[in-house]
T-cell receptor, first 112, second 116 residues
Framework: GDSVTQMEGPVTLSEEAFLTINCTYTATGYPSLFWYVQYPGEGLQLLLKATKADDKGSNKGFEATYRKETTSFHLEKGSVQVSDSAVYFCALVSGSARQLTFGSGTQLTVLP | DTGVSQNPRHKITKRGQNVTFRCDPISEHNRLYWYRQTLGQGPEFLTYFQNEAQLEKSRLLSDRFSAERPKGSFSTLEIQRTEQGDSAMYLC??????????????FGPGTRLTVT
């Protein structure tokens, strides 16, 4: 079945540091890939998406590129802020499925 | 506020009792999903509706669980004879139908269930 593997957390960075959160997937066919974010006390929100190979999703300074050859969708940001502290989830939708398959999440804490 | 709402936000119940949760999706969204999230894990799919039709159920949805969306608007999720293993956050999400929208789901704040 489909699965998503994220790097283990928690991740703690200083403000303005570079962020990478690794995500790899296993899926049938050609999935669409997503990053969702959960800020403290809030519901999950879509951060960015990519629907085909080599697509780059971007939003709020975050980027992720759909790499079919390595089955990866790593999340990056060049300079994190304290307000980026949240839990980040990598997810996919595969084939005719309508539901999301999520990774286990990565807790990010950014210190001032 | 036109986001997805869920009620109650918290529910504490004793083992063996029945509980019901409600989800009100974004009004123009015709797809509605239920997920379950346990501590330190990502959400796991339970079931989804397109309009009033329940189109898919996960193997996680045992026969103690039932979900309805009677008029294609709000949805309820009922758990009968609750067990301690049912303790989790229950998330509702909604989306538009259409191939390009798959995965673009809007989540509610969740209902946290604690079974004692």
């Amino acid at each position: 079945g489909d699965s998503v593997t994220q790097m283990e957390g928690p991740v703690t960075l200083s403000e303005e540091a570079f962020l990478t959160i690794n995500c790899t997937y296993t899926a049938t066919g050609y999935p669409s890939l997503f990053w969702y974010v959960q800020y403290p006390g809030e519901g999950l929100q879509l951060l960015l998406k990519a629907t085909k190979a080599d697509d780059k999703g971007s939003n709020k300074g975050f980027e992720a590129t759909y790499r079919k050859e390595t089955t990866s969708f790593h999340l990056e940001k060049g300079s994190v802020q304290v307000s980026d502290s949240a839990v980040y989830f990598c997810a996919l939708v595969s084939g005719s499925a309508r539901q999301l398959t999520f990774g286990s999440g990565t807790q990010l804490t950014v210190l001032p | 506020d036109t986001g997805v709402s869920q009620n109650p936000r918290h529910k504490i119940t004793k083992r063996g009792q029945n509980v019901t949760f409600r989800c009100d999706p974004i009004s123009e969204h015709n797809r509605l999903y239920w997920y379950r999230q346990t501590l330190g894990q990502g959400p796991e799919f339970l079931t989804y509706f397109q309009n009033e039709a329940q189109l898919e159920k996960s193997r996680l949805l045992s026969d103690r669980f039932s979900a309805e969306r009677p008029k294609g608007s709000f949805s309820t999720l009922e758990i009968q004879r609750t067990e301690q293993g049912d303790s989790a956050m229950y998330l509702c999400a909604s989306s538009l139908a259409g191939g390009g929208q798959a995965g673009e789901q809007y989540f509610g704040p969740g209902t946290r269930l604690t079974v004692t």
